[in-house]
Every structure is written in C-alpha cells, then in structure tokens.
C-alpha cells in the first residue's frame, strides 16, 4: 500500500500545512515534571545502571555509617584541614611556613570544599573533612566499576551480564574492608590521589577507546598529575601509565599520543618545582644563597631517607611491623586474598592474550609494592593506595573463572544463570560483609566511638579556658579552637605543637624560645606526650615538665587526653639538706627562693612541705606567702623539727603550692627531694 504523506498526522504535512497558532501551543505543552521524571527513570532502568546504583549506594553506607565517630581523629586529619583552611582565608599554603612537605594540591581541593560548605557544617572542621573525602571515595568507586566492566567484557562478551555483576563484586570487596572503611574515612592526601589514579586511568581504559580522541588521553595525563601534586607518591605510577598509553593509542597516532601525554605530566607537576625556584626555596641554604631558608630539595632528601633502612623481610622494618600488627591481623581477607588474586592475574595475563587486561590492576600494584618494600619508612595507612587494585584483582580474576557460564547459547539457560550468579554474588558479598564485620575493626568501625574523649576536650577547653591563653594542642585542635560556631569562644593563640620547636615563627617570634609563654597544654598521651619524650623539643619538653595535669579525658575507645597548666611560679634558688643523715628530734632547714612565671600575680599563696614514706604522710608544714608579683623573688623558709619516733629510712619530701582561691583548687609540685634518717 502506498504511503500517504498527505495524512494529516504525517510530520511532511505539518511541515508545509500552517496550523493555528492555538494549536502549536498545545502542541509544546511539556508534560508534568512527575511524568517527565517517571519516563527518565524507565529509560535508565537498565541491568547495568541498577548494579551500578547498587554499588555506589553499598559504597556510601559501608564508608560513612559511624564516620564522626571511629576512627579517632588523625594529627594529619587537622593539619590538613587547617592547610586547606588557611589557603582561601590567609591566602597562604599553610598557616606555618610551607615546607614542601607535600605539593599543595591536595589541601587545596580541600579547602575548596570546606568554602563552599562552612568549616563546622559537620559538627567540627575534620568531620567536615571526611564529609569530602567520603564524596571522593564515592567518586572512585563509580570509576572502579566502570573499569572492571570494561576489562571483563574481553572474555565475558559485551552482552553478558556477569559484567556487572564483577563490577559490583569490586566495589563491594572494597567497601567492605576494614583496612578500606578505616583508612578511607580519615582526611589523607592519600584517599585524594588515589580518587585522581582512578580518575586517570578511567579516562584512558574506558573513554579514550570509544572514539580515540587524543584530547581524552591527554586528559588521563592531567588527571594523574593532579593526582601527583595531591601526594607525591603517585609519580610511581607514570612509567606504568606511559607504557599503558602506548598500549591502547591508537597506531596512528601513537607516537604523537605516547610524546605528548608525557609532555602534559611533565610541564603540570614541573608547576611545583618552578614555585619553589620562584620563591628561592629550590636549593638548600649555602648553594649560592645567603639566608636560611627551607627548601624543596632538602625536603625530599629528607624524606627519602625516613624509616628504619631495614630490609623488609627483617624484623623491625616498619613494612613487616604494619603487616603483622594492622593489615594482615585486622582484616584477614583483603590484603591475603588480594595479593593471591593480583599474583594469578599476573601469571595468567602474561600467557594468555585474551586475559592481557588483567595486568592493568597488575602494573600499578606492582610499583607501589616496590615503594611499601624499598625498607623505607611506612606508615600503617600506606596500604590505602593498593587496596583497589586488590579488590579490581579479586573480582576480574572470579570473572575469568565464571566466564564459560556467559557463552551458553539458549536464551532461558543463560537467563537462569544470570539470576542465580547475581544471587550468588549477592549471597557471597553478603557472607563477605558479615565476616569482616565480626572482625576486630568491622566491629569497631560499626559501632565504635573513638572520638568520644577529643570531643568532651574541645568543649572543656572552649568553655573553660581563657580567650588569650597560649594553648599547644594536637593539630586537630587547632581550627575548632580557633575557629568555634560561637565566636566569643574563640581561642586566638593556640598553635600545633610540633611548630614550637620546628617552626621559628612560633618558638622564637612568638615564644621567644622560653617555655614560660605558654600558658596550656592539651595533650593526647598516644600522640603528644609520646613525641614530646621521644624527639628533641626542648621548649616543649621543658614546658611538660613545668606543668600540672587539671582536668583527664579518658576516651572509650581511642586516644586519652589531658588538659596541662603551665606551673604558675619556679624556684630560683633552693638549700636543701641533700646528702644530709638526719635523726629523730632534729630540726632541719628549707629555703627556697620563689619568682611568678611570666606575668602572674599570686597571692594568698600557701606552700606545703609534707614529708612521705612508702606513699603515707607522716608529716607537713604550712608557710603562708602574702603575695608574688613579676619580676620580683620570694625567700621561703621551712624550720622544722622530725618527729622524735621517727623510724630510720628513706623518706620523700614533697614541697607544693596551693591555694583554694585558684580555679580547681590543685596544688602545683615545687621540687621533690629525698632525706636519710638514721638513729
């Protein structure tokens, strides 16, 4: 039958027939927005966009159920935030002196988040933070999957649905690691780089091949070099990345591809090392340069030559430290399984031609396992970058084994089948999710709270510290602190306390080099006190010797804390009968010579001598001193006379201040001294 093209329906006729204008109108009445969104969703409900929903959704909850609360809240976490703060508020890289510790990058994107969000949107600037770091981690998860689709159609075929069930298997695998949902959750460049990495990489794998555009490959390069200049550590992964563009370009224009992708990491991670010619940081002081300064070359030679320089295998490295206490003990399936999973993959990639691709998770494994075993230093959360290509290993190579499964040629069978594999994955991830949940951070990581006494701190600290107090505090202090929602809480001078002794602008400027400036001290005892014993800080050092503890905040889970006062007055001078054997019903002597810390004006002072055996006070004295005002010195004289039952021994003479009128009523230890009595 032939066509009628004058049909009054037929798009032909309305092109040439005019149509009252009421009726055009009609014509372009869009329908409901309900409808609209009901027919968008109809069309986006597809097998693969459902796993793929159902991945990310798995990826969110596993990552931010109980966030603010476990892990405890990192230094880095702090200083990180504190960094991303200071670029759009000060206008600087860091709010000490930058020494290009780390390319700023990182912190920058950062403190793009928390301008666009607010510093304590979240309760306080780190959880703020993981907020970021939780939309990153999401984002990586979406290119993963999209990766693992890509690589198991070469032996699943491009209409097999097991693709994303594999893709799902790795996302899964990987959000539900305890090593994952720990490390993850914290504010580390590291869970940044590792965003770009998978950002680079899926750009190259999965974009690049549908059209081979160069402007896409290149694309990869700007991505990864994002990624270098967010932690330097990424830079491992350009000779891999290199040999993978040449792998995939196209072969005619293959050269030009592989030359210039080289040419855009290259002049982008060079930006750094040009900002430190340009500010004259780039040579060490004395190459040609008068003044002191820090510099970029001696940054990296300082790194580079961190950790215990053990072999690996040795005990004691700090490689095989972190496998034994943190990676392989508290998640027993990820690193084990993975590193099985990656070695098969190699073997098998090498000698067949069809499973080449699982090399791409390979490679990159490979060269940031060569980094963790160079005998170096290793930090416990350095196995965060290896975890996805773990898990992208783990579910390619369970691909590879169900694949005779997707080339069953009747229709019913292999719909039978696709059902009962998804039923499987989701039975297997369901098995999965249970047992690391049972295990010692899964459990925690759910239900944990190791951030309890951090929180009843700052809270403490804000309501019941002055505003112009000298505090030092850990770096996650630092912006919540400085920065509270109430404004009139503020403390102004609280700095980290890794820059008074490392940063001149803090020790010398503002502290003068003298200990006696600093007015509190907020310590964590796993973090704070351990440095303060272990490293060379001598004002910090000096200042924790002077001080007193006033208020314990013992955490549930994580880190303890104590609020330390800087001991309002010193000694002098002092004579005592050191050395001296004393008898029963003898009178000794004191004297001290007291002088106010700083500018302090006591008054009212009581000063104590108690005299202690075994623990138990069997004896003390009272002398009242009426006032201490700066700059002036206070003689203190203790007669007294031993008790004339007095058994001979050792015994502690314990000499203090207090004075009930003092906030919190406590007693500062002047000196502590021992006395022999003998009959």
Not at 234 to 252: E, F
Not at 279 to 296: A, D, N, R, T
């Amino acid at each position: 039958m032939e066509e009628n093209y004058l049909d009054p329906d037929s798009e032909y006729e309305t092109a040439i027939t005019p149509r009252p204008a009421v009726q055009v109108r009609q014509r372009l009445v869009r329908p409901p927005m309900s409808r609209r969104m009901v027919a968008w969703l109809q069309s986006q409900w597809q097998l693969q966009n459902f796993w793929l929903l159902a991945a990310l959704v798995l990826a969110a909850v596993a990552h931010c159920w109980n966030m603010f609360a476990y892990p405890y809240l990192e230094n880095d976490e702090g200083l990180y935030a504190a960094q991303a703060n200071s670029v759009f508020n000060e206008g600087k890289l860091t709010p000490y002196t930058y020494w290009y510790d780390h390319p700023p990058v990182g912190w920058m994107q950062l403190g793009m988040w928390l301008r666009l969000t607010g510093l304590m949107t979240f309760g306080n600037a780190v959880n703020s933070g993981r907020v970021f770091i939780a939309i990153l981690y999401v984002i990586s998860c979406y290119f993963m999957f999209k990766l693992v689709v890509q690589f198991s159609q070469k032996w699943l075929g491009e209409t097999s649905s097991l693709r994303y069930f594999t893709g799902f298997a790795a996302v899964a695998v990987l959000s539900l690691s305890p090593l994952s949902q720990f490390f993850q959750r914290q504010v580390l460049l590291d869970n940044i780089m590792v965003m770009w990495v998978m950002a680079a990489f899926y750009i190259l794998f999965v974009r690049y091949p549908k059209e081979h555009n160069l402007l896409e490959l290149y694309g990869s390069g700007v991505a990864l070099s994002i990624g270098i200049l967010s932690k330097e550590i990424a830079i491992v992964y350009v000779p891999v990345m290199l040999w993978m563009v040449w792998w995939v370009a196209d072969r005619h224009h293959r050269r030009f591809a592989v030359l210039g992708w080289l040419a855009v990491v290259t002049s982008l991670v060079s930006v750094w090392f040009l900002y430190a010619m340009l500010k004259g940081e780039f040579l060490p002081s004395g190459s040609g340069v008068i003044s002191q300064h820090v510099s970029i070359i001696n940054t990296l030679e300082f790194q580079a030559g961190r950790g215990t320089g053990l072999p690996f295998w040795k005990p004691g490295s700090d490689f095989l430290s972190n496998w034994d206490t943190n990676w392989a003990t508290l998640d027993k399936f990820t690193p084990i399984v993975g590193l099985i999973s990656l070695s098969a993959s190699l073997v098998l990639g090498l000698i067949f031609k069809r499973l080449r691709v699982l090399l791409v998770p390979v490679l990159p494994a490979l060269v940031y396992a060569a980094f963790l075993l160079r005998g170096g230093i290793v930090l416990y959360y350095y196995i965060l970058p290896m975890l996805p290509w773990m898990a992208m290993s783990i579910a390619l190579l369970g691909s590879v084994l169900l694949s005779p499964l997707a080339h069953i040629r009747r229709p019913a069978l292999r719909k039978v089948i696709a059902v009962g594999a998804a039923l499987m994955v989701v039975l297997t991830i369901g098995e999965l999710a249970l047992w690391q949940a049972d295990s010692y951070y899964g459990n925690k990581l759910l239900t944990g709270d190791q951030t309890y006494g951090q929180r009843q701190a700052r809270e403490y600290v804000l309501n019941n510290v002055p505003n112009d107090a000298f505090i030092v505090a850990d770096d996650f202090f630092y912006l919540d602190l400085r920065q509270p929602v109430e404004a009139s809480k503020a403390k102004p001078e609280t700095q980290i306390y890794m820059k008074v002794d490392t940063d001149p602008e803090i020790g010398q400027q503002k502290l003068h080099g003298d200990w006696r400036n600093i007015d509190y001290m907020l310590v964590t005892l796993q973090q704070m006190q351990k440095d303060i014993q272990q490293r060379d800080l001598p004002i910090l050092n000096e200042a924790y010797q002077h001080s007193r503890v006033i208020k314990s905040f013992p955490s549930r889970e994580g880190w303890e804390l104590q609020l330390r006062q800087i001991e309002p007055l010193e000694i002098v001078g002092k004579s005592f009968p050191t050395g001296q054997v004393l008898r029963p019903g003898e009178n000794f002597q004191v004297q001290l010579a007291l002088t106010p810390v700083r500018d302090n004006h006591l008054s009212n002072l009581n000063m104590l001598l108690e005299l202690r055996r075994n623990g138990e006070k069997v004896g003390q004295d009272v002398v009242k001193v009426p006032q201490l005002t700066p700059g002036s010195t206070q003689n203190v004289d203790f007669k007294w006379t031993l008790p004339a039952n007095l058994p001979p021994g050792d015994y502690q003479i314990n000499i203090g201040a207090f004075d009930q009128t003092w906030q919190n009523g406590y007693m500062w230890k002047v000196l502590s001294e021992t006395l022999n009595v003998q009959n």
